[in-house]
């Protein structure tokens, strides 16, 4: 990998199981706790998203926590279960955020408590039984140490309803960045688990246990929990994976280039909007660089050494201005999966899909190589990926779906926040 490479996983990539015992007792900290309650209404929440893959890197959302309640700006990570903000408890080390680091009130999350044991692998420790403190490790290394408590959320309803649902968060007030670090609030945990805020939600009877985002690639987008926001007849579906449970995955896919099978396949493959770019274990990147190059040979591009913007960018005879300026050089991408006996479903990948344009006006592939930063055994289906389709994450069904859509605009509901 080159050097000057922007590096980004989203912060969140693949978070780990949390471990009390692994967390410093140096580390931890105490304090009290006081009853909130919930309510029960079927609807959807829309949320606007912010940000893109270049040149910014990340996307976000707001999230408004507390009584009042406070905007908070936070990553949405489909990788990751627990929602966390930065929190002064005090804080023992934030980093550089948007807002003022969020202020805990005492409402306390005990040890036994089922969420609690859901963040734990196996027999966890209760080294004090009034508060259940958590260590989530990520991918690229960074961390968050703190522990969890009960808040109100202010959340409007695509039926025009505004509610208040308590809802778990983490306090993390503990942190070490890791090299994709954001300048942001927390983290908003998107996962399967039932720490992750859909669950929460869905428990409450709010909503149906049902995400999905939509980037675009001209920037912003939205997210959205429940399944009242699209058209289930023009979604593609694929089952997600009985065999690996923990992610959203449809199991595992083969790589297509040009509509060809490529001999790239048995990928175990994950979709995770916590990375900005698209990640492939290292011979299949390798297989698909070549194909690339490949077909570049004889044609006016050349290999741009003084853009560092990816590891892969090329220039033309003049600076590229858009996708389109490069069609001809380069083909779309897909990713097929075994949807069931002699089924098959194909995510397909454009040319917006997989390569951007440089600030030097170069083409750059935002496929990079996930063994280089640790992920040996998984590929990682990012944002970049992912721009211009409304992807679902069915928990009820067990499907994972997408379908082309404007992300340009969320819905039109009433004023729509969480």
Partial sequence: MKTGVILVLGFLLLAFNVSTSSASDDRRQKWWKWPSAGN??????????????????????????????????????????????????????????????????????????????????????????????????????????????????????????????????????????????????????????????????????????????????????????????YDPSRVVSTPMSRDYRKHYSPGYGEVIYGGKPTGLKNLLVIFDSGSSYTYLSSQAYEGLLYLVTKELRGKPVREAEDDKTLPFCWKGRRPFRSIRDVSKYFKPLALRFSSGWRSKTQFEIPLEGYLLISSKGSVCLGVLNGTEVGLQNFNIIGDISMQDKMVIYDNEKQTIGWTPANCDRPPQFDTLSI
């Fill in 40 to 229: 029960s209404i079927c609807s959807s929440v829309v949320l606007p998203l912010y940000g893109n893959v270049y040149p910014q890197g990340f996307y976000y959302a707001q999230i408004n926590i507390g009584h009042p309640p406070r905007p908070y700006f936070v990553d949405p990570d489909t990788g990751s279960d627990l929602t966390w903000l930065q929190c002064d408890a005090p804080c023992v080390h934030c980093t550089q955020a948007p807002h003022p680091y969020y202020r805990p009130n005492n409402d306390l999350v005990p040890c036994k408590d089922p969420l609690c044991a859901s963040l734990h692998s196996g027999d966890h420790r209760c080294d004090d039984p009034g508060q259940c403190d958590y260590e989530v490790e990520y991918a690229d290394g960074g961390s968050s140490l703190g522990v969890l408590i009960n808040d109100v959320s202010l959340v409007n309803l695509t039926t025009g309803v505004r509610i208040t649902p308590r809802i778990t968060i983490g306090c993390g007030y503990d942190q070490i960045p890791g090299p994709s670090y954001q300048p942001l609030d927390g983290v908003l945990g998107l996962g399967k688990g039932k720490t992750g805020i859909v669950s929460q939600l869905h428990s409450q009877g709010l909503i149906r246990n049902v995400v999905g985002h939509c980037f675009s690639s001209r920037g912003g987008g939205f997210l959205f929990f429940g399944d009242d926001v």
